[in-house]
RNA sequence: GCCAAGGUAGCUCAGGCGGUAGAGCGGCUGCCUUGUAAGCAGCAGGUCGCGGGUUCGAAUCCCGCCCUUGGCUCCA
C-alpha cells in the first residue's frame, strides 16, 4: 500500500496537473494509500473528478480564510458542488457582502502561500475530544453521527479540518476561485438545529473557465423571461396592487397563449377530449370530499366565509330578507380534478363512455410561500392544460400511449425534443390495492416500452394515489425542465364514489388519469421565452412583420401592401411613422424580435415589388407581390412538427 | 418562512454622512422626407415601496411592515 505521492516520487513523476489517482472506478487524492499492484489511473487537474478535488479543497481555503478573519465562527461541514463548493459556518451575526470581499482576498493569499496539505488520521473518540477543546460543537455533533473507529484530517498551515477528503497536496494547486453569495441553511437541514451561514463559491481549472461561467450566467440574464416579457410586453405582474404571484397576459402574450391553446385544442380533440369549463372557486365541502382540504390545505388560499357573527350585525334589510341560512365558505381551487369528477358522476356512465376525456384549461390558485415566487416559473395563480381521463384499468396501457403521442407531438412544435422520462412506483404509504399497483406500474412499463423512450425508474417515488410518468424536457442552453406528467389515481374514485356501469351490468369502479402537457401555461411559457430568447417560433409570433413606409409619398402603397398581407391571415402591423430614419425603424422591429420586416420606398412602388428583410440577417430578398406573401406565409402559417 | 442585497420617472440606474430630486432610454410636440440596428430640439413625467419615530426640516438616520432579487437538493 502506498500513497500517490509515494508512487510519483517512485516513478519519478513531476506533474503539477495530477490531482489524484482513481482506482476501481473509485476517486483517491494523492495523501491517500491504495494498492499500487492494481490497475489504477491519475486523475488530472482538469477531469471532472480532479475538479471536484480542487474544489473540496477550495471549501478548506474557504474555511481557513473564515477562520484567519474571524476567529470565533464555528465549523460545519464544507463539500463541492456542480460548479464550485460551499461552507457552512456558524456565526450568530452573519457575514456581509464586504466581509464576503474580504474573505475572498485572504483565500487568494492563501493560494499564493502555497500551503503544503497533509493527512493524518485520529480514533472517533480522539477527535471528538479534540474538537471539544476547541468548542466546536458542529464538528463534535458530526463525529457523533459516524460509525468509523477512525476518522482522517486534513492539515494545511495552521488549520486542520475533520474530512473525508479527497484534497490537493498544496493550497496552491487550487485554481481560479470566486465567491459568490451567502445563504441561511439550519444545521443538517432540520429546523430544529441552530441557523447556520453557508458561503458558496465557484471554483475552475482555469481563469477562463471562470470567465465563461460568468459570461453563461449573463446570458441566462439576457434571456431571463421577466426582463424579455417586460420589453416584448407579453406579461406583467403587479405585486404590489394585484399580488404576488398573479401573472398578468398583456396583448402581445395573451396572443400568444390563445395560439398555443387552440393548436393545443385542436390536438386534444382530435384525439377524444371534451372541452370543458368549470368555476374558480367551490364549496368546502367539495374539497373536504375529495381530501384537498385534509392534505392540501397548506398550498390553498384560506376560505371565503359569509354569515359570521360580525357580519350578522352588519347587514342590512335586504341581507336579512334574503337570509343567510348558514354558513357558508368557498375556496378558490388548487386543482381541477374534483369538478371533473362531478362531471362524470352527473350521469350513470356506461363502459360505453370509456375512456372519458375532459380537458379544460384550469386556472388554479395555489398558496405558495412568497421565497419560491419567481416570475411565470414559480406562481400562485396558473391555468394547467388540464385533462383527467376516466378509464378502464384494461384501458390503462392504450391510454398512457396516446397521452405520450400527443405530449411528442405538441412539445416538438416549440422545437423541444429531448426528453427525460421517469416512471414513479409505489411508496410506502399508499392507497389502492397490491393488485391495482402491480396492474397499473405494469400498464404504464409497457406503455413507455412500446413509446420507444428511453426511460428511467424512480423507485418508490410515485404518489401515494397512484404510480406516474413525469417528462422533463431539456431546452437550448442544456436545462431541464419538467413539464408533462400522467399520474394515476386510485383514491378520488374512491373518495366520490365514481363508478360506471360494466356490460354485465354491475357497477364498477371507474379510474382516473391525470394528466398535462405543458404543465402551465404560465411556466411553460417562460421555458418558453427563455429557450428561444424571445424569438418564438414565427407561428406563434405575436406580431409577424411589419410593414415600413420608406417616406410620406409611397404610404399609399405601403397600406396596400398591409391590407394584402392582412387579409392572407398574417399578423401584421403597419409603420408609416415617416418621421423618423428607416435605420431607426428597423432597429425598433429588431429590438421587438418581429420575424419579418417588409421595406416599402419608390423602388418597390415603382417596380410593383416588396423587399422582405428577416430578423437578425442582413440579406434582403426582393420578390414580387405575390411571391412575396407565399413566401411569408410557408414562413409563419406552418407549425413545425405537425 | 430563513440569510444576504435591494425598492428613486414607464424601463435601466445615479445621488444620499439631513436642507427645493438626476441621467439615458421610452412617451408627447416640433423640425428634418429620411433606403436596412439609435437624426436634431423642446416638453411632460417622481407621495424616492408603505407606516411610524427622531428633527426646525427625512429620499437620506432609527423601528416595524410589504414586495423583489440571489440562495436555502448537494452533508466529515
Redesign the pocket.
Known amino acids: 500500500m502506498k500513497t500517490g505521492l509515494e508512487i510519483l516520487k517512485e516513478r519519478n513523476i513531476n506533474d503539477p496537473s495530477i490531482a489524484g489517482i482513481k482506482q476501481r472506478g473509485k476517486v483517491y487524492d494523492l495523501h491517500t494509500q491504495i494498492d499500487e499492484n492494481e490497475q489504477f489511473e491519475f486523475i488530472k487537474y482538469s477531469s471532472p473528478d480532479g475538479l471536484d478535488i480542487m474544489r473540496h479543497t477550495s471549501a478548506h481555503v474557504l474555511a481557513q480564510a473564515v477562520k484567519r478573519l474571524f476567529p470565533e465562527t464555528l465549523?460545519?461541514?464544507?463539500?463541492?458542488?456542480?460548479v464550485g463548493f460551499?461552507y457552512?459556518f456558524y456565526r450568530p451575526?452573519?457575514?456581509?457582502?464586504?466581509d464576503?470581499k474580504k474573505i475572498d482576498q485572504e483565500m487568494q493569499k492563501i493560494k499564493k502561500e502555497n500551503l503544503i496539505i497533509q493527512k493524518f488520521?485520529m480514533k472517533?473518540e480522539d477527535?471528538i475530544r479534540f474538537y471539544e477543546e476547541r468548542g466546536e460543537k458542529f464538528?463534535v455533533e458530526?463525529?457523533k453521527?459516524?460509525k468509523?473507529e477512525?476518522?482522517?484530517?486534513y492539515k494545511q498551515g495552521e488549520f486542520v479540518?475533520?474530512?473525508?477528503?479527497p484534497h490537493l497536496i498544496s493550497t496552491g494547486n487550487v485554481g481560479a476561485v470566486k465567491l459568490?453569495?451567502?445563504?441561511?441553511?439550519?444545521?443538517?437541514?432540520n429546523e430544529n438545529f441552530p441557523?447556520l451561514?453557508?458561503i458558496?463559491g465557484v471554483a475552475f481549472a482555469t481563469e477562463q473557465d471562470l470567465e465563461n461561467y460568468f459570461k453563461m450566467q449573463e446570458e441566462l440574464k439576457k434571456r431571463?423571461h421577466?426582463?424579455l416579457g417586460?420589453?416584448l410586453d407579453l406579461f406583467l405582474?403587479d405585486?404590489?396592487n394585484i399580488?404576488?404571484?398573479l401573472v398578468v397576459w398583456l396583448q402581445k402574450g395573451a396572443k400568444v397563449r390563445r395560439l398555443i391553446e387552440d393548436l393545443w385544442l385542436k390536438i386534444h380533440e382530435q384525439n377524444g377530449y371534451q372541452l370543458v369549463y368549470t368555476p374558480h372557486v367551490a364549496n368546502e365541502k367539495l374539497w373536504k370530499i375529495s381530501g384537498h382540504l385534509e392534505l392540501y390545505s397548506k398550498f390553498m388560499f384560506p376560505s371565503m366565509s359569509f354569515d359570521t357573527k360580525e357580519q350578522e350585525e352588519e347587514k342590512d334589510d335586504f341581507e336579512r330578507k334574503v337570509g343567510y341560512q348558514e354558513k357558508i365558505s368557498y375556496r378558490l381551487k388548487p386543482m381541477n380534478c374534483p369538478f371533473h369528477i362531478t362531471i362524470f358522476k352527473s350521469k350513470t356512465r356506461s363502459y360505453r363512455d370509456l375512456p372519458m376525456r375532459l380537458c379544460e384549461f384550469g386556472t388554479v390558485y395555489r398558496y405558495e410561500?412568497?421565497?419560491?415566487?419567481?416570475?411565470l416559473l414559480r406562481v400562485r395563480g396558473f391555468t394547467q392544460d388540464d385533462a383527467h381521463i376516466f378509464l378502464k384499468l384494461d384501458q390503462l396501457e392504450d391510454e398512457v400511449i396516446s397521452v405520450i403521442d400527443i405530449m411528442k407531438r405538441f412539445l416538438s412544435v416549440f422545437g423541444f425534443k429531448d426528453f427525460f422520462v421517469f416512471l414513479s412506483t409505489r411508496p410506502e404509504k399508499r392507497v389502492g390495492t397490491d393488485d391495482e399497483w402491480d396492474f397499473a406500474e405494469n400498464a404504464l412499463r409497457k406503455a413507455l416500452d412500446k413509446s420507444g423512450f428511453q426511460y428511467s425508474i424512480d423507485p418508490g417515488e410515485g404518489v401515494f394515489y397512484g404510480p406516474k410518468i413525469d417528462v422533463k424536457i431539456k431546452d437550448v442552453l442544456g436545462r431541464v425542465w419538467q413539464c408533462s406528467t400522467i399520474q394515476l389515481d386510485f383514491n378520488l374514485p374512491r373518495k366520490f364514489s365514481a363508478f360506471y356501469v360494466d356490460s354485465d351490468n354491475t357497477r364498477k369502479q371507474v379510474y382516473i388519469i391525470h394528466r398535462a402537457i405543458l404543465g402551465s401555461f404560465e411556466r411553460f411559457f417562460g421555458i418558453l421565452i427563455e429557450h428561444t430568447a424571445g424569438n418564438l417560433p414565427h407561428y406563434f409570433a405575436p406580431t409577424q412583420c411589419v410593414v415600413?413606409s420608406?417616406?410620406?409619398?409611397?404610404n399609399d402603397y405601403a397600406e396596400f401592401i398591409y391590407d394584402l398581407l392582412s387579409k392572407s391571415g398574417l399578423r401584421v402591423e403597419l409603420d408609416l411613422n415617416?418621421?423618423?430614419?428607416?435605420?431607426?425603424r428597423?432597429?425598433?422591429c429588431?429590438?421587438r424580435k418581429i420575424p419579418f420586416?417588409i421595406?416599402?420606398?419608390?423602388?418597390?412602388?415603382n417596380e410593383k415589388v416588396i423587399?422582405i428583410?428577416e430578423?437578425?440577417k442582413?440579406d434582403?430578398k426582393?420578390l414580387s407581390i405575390q411571391e412575396g406573401i407565399n413566401y411569408l406565409l410557408e414562413l409563419c402559417t406552418r407549425v413545425s412538427g405537425e
Not at 465549523?75 to 456542480?82: A, F, R
Open positions: 465549523l460545519s461541514v464544507g463539500p463541492t458542488t456542480e460551499f457552512d451575526e452573519g457575514f456581509t457582502e464586504e464576503l488520521v472517533r477527535a464538528k458530526i463525529l453521527d459516524i468509523d477512525y476518522v482522517s484530517f479540518d475533520l474530512c473525508r477528503g459568490i453569495g451567502l445563504s441561511a441553511v439550519h444545521f443538517k437541514g441557523m451561514t453557508r458558496y431571463d421577466r426582463k417586460r420589453e405582474i405585486e404590489e399580488g404576488a404571484g410561500k412568497s421565497g419560491v415566487l419567481h416570475g415600413i420608406v417616406k410620406d409619398t409611397v415617416t418621421g423618423q430614419r428607416l435605420s431607426k428597423i432597429r425598433d429588431e429590438i420586416m421595406v416599402l420606398g419608390e423602388k418597390e412602388k423587399t428583410r430578423k437578425g442582413d434582403i426582393k
